[in-house]
């Protein structure tokens, strides 16, 4: 397929600014987040659960990481660059069991997704706080958000504040509710069968 290409059903959205606006969350109730005070917890079926603070986070390996974004409503931004650590960065720290087959997100404003371990190992899928050479702002889900880009946006979890590794899928807020839990924006799967 040509870098040209949109997954089908898409259409390319230049403006980033915009994307605040056609967000279909709710912006957690206290939109200033206390980096001082905020934690990520990774627990669940692993060998070393941990509670990382800002700065242990961004003391993590981090790597620069261009990708397209796709929106399950139809639009996509193109050649963003997000900047975090690998997913398998953070596999590595906690170790997760064998028996870990799927990872749950939860979010401060509630939300919640999941995903398999396998599809969180690509080199794409990072944990993103700065996205274009600047921080990640609260409306995209700063400070802390998923991006998994083979997938519809409702699965790259924003203000992700807890990461559990779990033997048995969870379905998340959208896929309780219809949504495809695959999402995969190369097979148009925007809706459960």
């Known amino acids: 397929m040509s870098k040209e290409e949109l997954p089908p059903g898409q259409h390319e959205r230049g403006a980033i600014l915009r994307w605040n606006i056609d967000h279909p969350g709710i912006v957690p109730r206290n939109p200033i987040i206390d980096l001082g005070k905020w934690t990520l917890t990774i627990e669940g079926e692993v060998a ?19 990708s397209d974004f796709h929106c399950v409503e139809g639009w996509s931004v193109r050649d963003c660059r997000w900047y975090g650590l690998r997913f398998s960065t953070l596999i590595e720290l906690v170790k997760p069991s064998d028996e870990a087959r799927h990872v749950s997100f939860r979010c401060s404003d509630g939300y ?25 702002e609260t409306p995209i889900g700063g400070p802390l ?49």
């Open 48 to 66: 070393n659960p941990s509670t990382l603070t800002w700065e242990q986070l961004l003391g993590l390996p981090a790597v620069e990481s261009k």
């Open 112 to 136: 919640t997704t999941s995903l398999e371990v396998c599809e969180l190992v690509g080199e794409d899928v990072l944990l993103a706080y700065k996205l274009n050479d600047k921080p990640l």
């Open 145 to 193: 958000r998923l991006v998994v880009p083979s997938k519809y946006a409702y699965k790259s979890a924003m203000w992700v504040e807890r990461i559990t590794f779990v033997k048995k899928k969870e379905l998340g807020f959208w896929e309780k509710r219809g949504y495809s839990d695959t999402a995969d924006v190369w097979r148009n799967d925007r809706f459960a069968r």
